[in-house]
């Protein structure tokens, strides 16, 4: 057993305000399965950066172990596999690389194979196995789960489980909670590390989100209450004082002992009550740091005036002489939210491309509503540039509702004024996500809308949709964002 050790880690990119980190210490034991959790744009990515030694930071990180990031830049993706892997880890033996990929459910002729041929889901278990046939590392794996599909994920999953010493990087809730032993969170104003899967440190953060917000609110009706009995304290002793010279118009005597000493009760009941306030205030100031607002969100869905929106009678796609998709029948009717499921190849962004208009080759039958609006999201975010205010303009966007929406899925004032292509991959999948959110449509069309998103914006995503009850056709592999969301299931055949 060994420790990474870091001491306070501070770190801010050059030219930035934002300071990343400020004095972060912990220690992390290198055969931990950690789990690494945080909203977009925390730092976590930045982290594993900074483990590896590409920025210069102040305090310090040490550790006897080498670290090695996943995904690999691949210089050279023509040649084969075999070699590939071969330049990776040169010291494996053929029985072990042939060991690693069988744990993947991987085909061994994969390496007979040049690397770009390989599908996303086998170049993603090629580069794992490699990572794990090297000894004494440290493996820095930065979210996998992106170029997977839930057979994929299952397999991914299964294999990490059996290993240990890396931190992964993932927002899939079933994915961690099936591979790791404990949780790094990366919360507003800390780093903290606690034993477990996912699910129990979500349990764990509620129970003390709910405290924390039981304990403010109790201690808010304490100052209220301290700061009416220091006004009532301070009228008495303003009352006591107006006595001390006795009364003009009753000619009576003062007892100036008595009143010196009810003044001096009054006095010394002002300070604690003084003292008692302060100390709710001090109390009240270290709560709420950590959490984490959920936000509601709205949507505007359409209502068809017919009841079915879409029919496929025998669809099959085809590029060129190679069909993608093969005699595909379902239809979509107002209020159904269907996901499309399948292993990767077997069409599903094809289909739903198809159905919002794009101009594909195709047979069979394939009708849609007259005038039906339809609201897209893509797996793609290359292309988005420039600042969000002249986004919001050319996409025909209300610009306050849609800068809401953002805030309300984490991003910062800050962020308004950056350029998209310098956001993160969550932070520019939020920005399709809340355009499709403020579009009015009667079908929406969702192409894995959840990769790189954080977590606990995925949440807020269900919340909306389960509120709204949108006609919604969509494609992901979170298995419990599908479950939760999905009305009816449509699979492909590969």
């Not at 599908?119 to 794992?128: A, F, T, Y």
């Not at 929406?444 to 919604?472: A, C, G, H, K």
Request: aromatic letters at 8%; proline letters at 2%; glycine letters at 6%.
């Amino acid at each position: 057993m060994s420790m990474i050790q870091v001491t306070n880690l501070t770190f801010a990119y050059d030219g930035s305000y934002d300071t990343i980190f400020e004095n972060v210490s912990f220690q992390l034991d290198t055969n931990w399965r950690l789990g690494f959790t945080g909203r977009n744009g925390r730092g976590k990515t930045t982290f594993l950066k900074l483990l590896l030694g590409q920025y210069e930071y102040s305090g310090s990180i040490s550790a006897s172990v080498d670290f090695d990031y996943f995904p690999y830049q691949i210089k050279d993706d023509t040649r084969l596999t075999s070699a590939i892997i071969e330049e990776l880890c040169p010291e494996a033996e053929e029985w072990q690389v042939l060991r690693e990929l069988s744990l993947l459910q991987v085909d061994e002729t994969v390496l007979e194979r040049s690397f770009n041929t390989l599908s996303n889901g086998e170049q993603c278990k090629v580069m794992l196995a490699s990572m794990f046939l090297k000894e004494n590392n440290f493996m820095l794996i930065d979210e996998p789960t992106n170029h997977l599909d839930a057979e994929g994920r299952a397999s991914v999953s299964q294999y990490l489980k059996r290993k240990r010493g890396y931190i992964l990087v993932s927002h899939d809730r079933a994915f961690l909670d099936d591979c790791v032993d404990h949780i790094l969170s990366i919360n507003k104003t800390n780093i903290e590390i606690q034993k477990g899967n996912f699910s129990s440190w979500w349990s764990n953060k509620q129970l003390q989100d709910q405290y924390e917000l039981a304990e403010n609110e109790k201690l808010k009706h304490d100052i209220k209450r301290l700061n009416e009995a220091s006004k009532q304290t301070n009228h008495w002793s303003h009352e006591v004082e107006k006595t001390k010279n006795g009364s003009h118009n009753s000619g009576s005597k003062v007892d100036r002992g008595y009143v010196s000493h009810k003044a001096a009760k009054m006095m010394k009941r002002s300070k604690v009550l003084e003292k008692r306030q302060q100390n709710a205030i001090e109390e009240k100031s270290k709560l709420l740091k950590n959490v984490e607002a959920s936000v509601p969100m709205k949507m505007t869905p359409l209502v068809y005036h017919k009841h079915q929106l879409v029919e496929l009678n025998c669809v099959s796609i085809h590029y060129g002489e190679k069909q993608v998709t093969h005699d595909i029948s379902f239809s979509i009717e107002q209020g159904d939210r269907i996901v499309i499921t399948g292993k990767n190849g077997s069409g599903k962004s094809s289909l739903l491309k198809l159905i919002y208009g794009e101009p594909l080759s195709y047979s069979g039958t394939l009708q849609i509503a007259s005038q039906l609006r339809m609201s897209y999201v893509s797996q793609q975010t290359a292309h988005l540039q420039g600042n969000l205010k002249d986004y919001a303009r050319n996409e025909g966007l209300d610009e306050a509702l849609f800068k809401s929406l953002l805030r309300k899925l984490d991003f910062s004032r800050d962020q308004f004024e950056k350029d998209m292509k310098h956001f993160s991959g969550g932070q520019k999948k939020k920005v399709l996500i809340a355009k499709s959110i403020c579009e009015p449509a009667h079908l929406y069309i969702w192409d894995e809308p959840l990769n790189f998103i954080d977590v606990l914006s995925r949440m807020q995503i269900e919340e909306v949709l389960l509120d709204y009850e949108p006609t919604l056709l969509f494609v992901e592999h979170d298995r419990v964002f599908s479950d939760k969301i999905a009305t009816k299931h449509v699979e492909l055949d590969s």
